[in-house]
C-alpha cells in the first residue's frame, strides 16, 4: 500500500513501498558516544531513505541523544549518548517515498 500525496499521479499507488524496520542494540560506554551500525534488506532502497531513530530507555534522562550517521541505501549506523553505561535499544524507521 502507498499513500498518493496530492498533486501526484494516481498511478503512484502502484508504486512499491520501499520501508525498513528494527532495533539495533548499542553496547554504551557512559558519557561517551557509542554507535552500532544496520544493513538494509539488499535491494530495499534506490536512494537514501528517511530514517527516523529513537532509543529503549527504563531511566527517562539517561539518553542525552540517539542520531543517525553514515545514512546510505544500504544502511546507516546509529550514535548514542548515555550517562551511564547500560546496553541501550534502538528502534528505526526507514522509508523511501
Not at 6 to 17: I, K, N, Q, R
Not at 68 to 76: F, R
Amino acid at each position: 500500500m502507498r499513500i498518493v500525496r496530492t498533486g501526484e499521479p494516481a498511478d503512484a499507488a502502484t508504486s512499491l513501498v520501499r520501508i525498513a524496520s528494527g532495533n539495533v542494540v548499542v553496547n554504551v560506554t557512559a558519557n561517551t558516544v557509542s554507535s552500532a551500525s544496520v544493513s538494509f534488506p539488499p535491494g530495499r532502497f534506490t536512494a537514501t531513505p528517511t530514517i527516523i531513530a529513537t532509543a529503549t530507555s527504563g531511566a527517562p534522562g539517561e539518553v542525552r541523544e540517539v542520531c543517525v550517521t553514515n545514512p546510505s541505501a544500504t544502511g546507516c549506523t546509529f550514535s548514542l549518548l548515555r550517562t551511564n553505561g547500560v546496553n541501550t535499544g534502538v528502534n528505526y524507521i526507514a522509508y523511501q517515498g
